[in-house]
């Protein structure tokens, strides 16, 4: 995204607190992320770094304490009932588990179709919209009338993303959408997102804890420790060069295929953490 670009989404000095009003435990702390049209925002960060917090705000899920988020100019931040159903024709989210984040009592054409039934999209198109989809998405059409017990977990996040671009969004959080799926699963799953970020022009806010994955599909990176962005930039850079010793932390926890260079990087992140400790 060049300087000069309006960011399609705008987060700025966002707080975001956990318990009682009396006492109240900080979980983000104004945080500030941009993610411009047909970008791949990658936010990076261990489990309870915050950054499935953040895309939770975005999203409506959890209260804002303080700070803004906008989305197309338009300010979003307390957005409720009809405001923020309208939402969902533009803001889609793709969750972790393939597993638990379908119906398993829907067949697969009730799946997709239900948000367009939602939206009140007549079903003529809806029937088509959902074809569309499933070619989009590589899977046949005669999946429609299965439930997702009779799919591998890689065929369900398929479907979770058909589901997610059904209404044609203009940005797709995905909340480690590959973690939970084998090693080759994970590869063709991410060369499916980047086609359809190709295709559809959609944009990306591509949560994970893992900075080889989102080297593979981001173009920025923003990288979260503690409830704070500790280090944001071009997603190269970061990952090949990264200049916080938290982000230096994720990328030599990253596994890798060669075994001499994962022996480096296991002695490099050892190393690492003896460093943190110390301080």
């Excluded at 209260?63 to 307390?78: E, L, N």
């Excluded at 590959?178 to 699963?185: F, H, I, P, Q």
Aim: proline content about 5%.
């Amino acid at each position: 995204m060049s300087a000069t670009t309006k960011p399609l989404l705008e987060v700025n000095d966002l707080v975001v607190e956990y318990g009682t009003r009396r006492k109240p435990a900080r979980v983000l702390h104004e945080v500030s992320l941009a993610v411009g049209a047909g970008e791949c925002v990658g936010l990076v960060g261990e489990s309870g770094s915050g950054k499935s917090t953040l895309g939770k705000a975005i999203l409506g899920l959890v209260p804002v304490a303080g700070g803004r988020i906008s989305f197309d100019g338009r300010d979003i931040t307390h957005a409720k009932g009809r405001e923020r159903r309208a939402l969902a024709s533009d803001i889609q989210v793709v969750f972790q588990d393939p597993y638990g984040s379908l119906d398993p009592l829907m067949t697969i054409g009730d799946i997709l179709a239900e948000p367009l039934a939602t939206a009140g999209t007549g079903k003529r198109e809806a029937k088509s919209l959902v074809a569309e989809m499933l070619d989009r998405v590589s899977l046949p059409r005669n999946v429609l009338e299965r439930y997702p017990s009779e799919f591998s977990g890689g065929q369900r996040q398929r479907i979770a993303i058909a589901r997610a671009l059904v209404r044609r969004p203009r940005l797709i959080i995905c909340d480690e959408p590959v973690s939970a799926l084998d090693l080759t699963t994970q590869a063709t799953i991410l060369e499916l997102l980047i086609e359809l970020q190709r295709d559809t022009g959609v944009s990306y806010l591509f949560v994970s804890h893992d900075l080889g994955v989102v080297r593979r599909v981001c173009h920025r990176v923003a990288v979260m420790y503690r409830g704070n962005l500790v280090e944001t930039g071009d997603g190269e850079q970061i990952t090949r060069e990264p200049q916080h010793a938290y982000s230096r932390r994720l990328l030599t926890a990253s596994p890798i295929a060669d075994p001499a260079g994962q022996a480096e990087r296991r002695q490099a992140w050892l190393e690492l953490r003896q460093e943190s400790a110390a301080v």
